[in-house]
Nanobody, 124 residues
């Protein structure tokens, strides 16, 4: 019912910055609310890691590994979340996934959706 599309990934040098975007859209029906949006990442051979989450009211939380470097935000009018990544390190290299808890007009309860992921590579 809901598609999450990440964009903004790519190759960046250590110390550089990237901004990821996650746009939510309804394939059927329409979005009523997005209670929570979050960003995760997964490096090869490692577990998926929660990086940051933001509620519809703007409350945020961050993983210790990115606290002070990454900032999550959202534009409720556009149903879009962002992840501003600064001071990037090689260990930040991973596939970054968007996640959202969404209520639609057809499925009238919060349901967990995932994006397809976008590759972020930090290298010289």
């Amino acid at each position: 019912q809901v598609q999450l599309v990440e964009s903004g990934g790519g190759l960046v040098q250590p110390g550089g910055s990237l901004r990821l975007s996650c746009a939510a859209s309804a394939a059927s029906g329409s979005i009523v609310s997005i209670n929570v949006m979050g960003w995760y990442r997964q490096a090869p051979g490692e577990q998926r890691e929660l990086l940051a989450r933001i509620t519809s009211g703007g409350s945020t939380n961050y993983a210790d590994s990115v606290k002070g470097r990454f900032t999550i935000s959202r534009d409720n009018a556009k149903n879009t979340a962002y992840l501003e990544m600064n001071s990037l390190k090689p260990e930040d290299t991973a596939v970054y996934y968007c996640n959202a808890l969404v209520v639609t007009t057809l499925r009238r309860y919060p349901y967990d959706y995932w994006g397809q992921g976008t590759q972020v590579t930090v290298s010289s």
